[in-house]
């Protein structure tokens, strides 16, 4: 398997503007989660799914932020309208069936809003 | 909700030096720890995990001990190598879906 796949790895893009992250997780696995990293905070958990069902969306900064699972192959996560303060690392991580299983990280996409 | 803490946030070694990083976690309920290892511009990459019915457990240079009546649990690094340079994670999962809460993470630099 390739690992958990993220798109695009680099997004530089204007405040204001339209910005969607995408994640391919390893197949079988059935949680997915969308991290934020930044040198202040450190890795935040935005939102997690379980069986493409969103479990936790209380991480999620604001409105302005969304995450679909529409399939078991597939997540997005949307900021609009974006904004300087959104700059950071995103990472997406997928793991297998119940706790206590080894979560696998993307590569992540740095988003840089200016 | 869980909170972790990790210490220290820097943390730099010679050589064939050992190195010790501590969490502590707040939710007693947590039963899964991990330890990830960031290397500049990729991922974190799990590195050992201990789970609450072990009280340690080794693998090669590197060793985790949990104390579950103290809710801490420390990464042991033994004979350092350059390659060892990177940010350290600790995490604790509680009974949710695998939810990971993590640390602020420590900077490893090992001279050589």
């Known amino acids: 398997d390739a690992g958990v796949i993220q798109s695009p790895r680099h997004e530089v893009t204007e405040m204001g503007q339209e910005v969607t992250l995408r994640c391919k997780p390893i197949?079988?696995?059935?949680?997915l989660f969308w991290y934020r990293q930044t040198m202040m905070r450190g890795l935040e958990l935005l939102i997690y799914?379980?069986?493409?069902?969103?479990?936790?969306d209380s991480g999620m900064p604001e409105d302005r932020f969304s995450a679909k699972m529409p399939n078991a192959s597939f997540s997005t996560l949307k900021i609009q309208p974006s904004e300087p303060r959104d700059s950071a690392v995103y990472f997406c991580?997928?793991?297998?069936?119940?706790?206590?299983?080894?979560?696998?990280f993307g590569q992540g996409t740095r988003l840089t809003v200016v | 909700g869980e909170n972790v803490e990790q210490h220290p946030s820097t943390l730099s070694v010679q050589e064939g030096d050992s190195a010790v990083i501590k969490c502590t976690y707040s939710?007693?309920?947590?039963?899964?720890f991990p330890w990830y290892k960031q290397e500049l511009g990729k991922g974190p990459q799990l590195i050992i995990d201990?789970?609450?019915?072990?009280g340690e457990k080794k693998d090669q240079r590197i060793a985790v001990t949990l104390n579950k009546t103290a809710k801490h649990f420390s990464l042991h690094i033994t004979e350092t190598q350059p390659e060892d340079s990177a940010v350290y994670f600790c995490?604790?999962?509680?009974?949710?879906?695998?939810?990971?809460?993590f640390g602020q993470g420590t900077i490893l630099t090992v001279h050589p």
């Open positions: 991580a997928s793991s297998g069936q119940g706790g206590d299983t080894e979560a696998f």
């Open positions: 197949s079988g696995h059935n949680s």
């Open positions: 799914f379980n069986n493409n069902v969103p479990i936790d």
């Open positions: 939710d007693s309920a947590s039963n899964y």
């Open positions: 201990i789970r609450s019915n072990v």
């Open positions: 995490a604790a999962q509680g009974t949710s879906y695998g939810k990971l809460t």
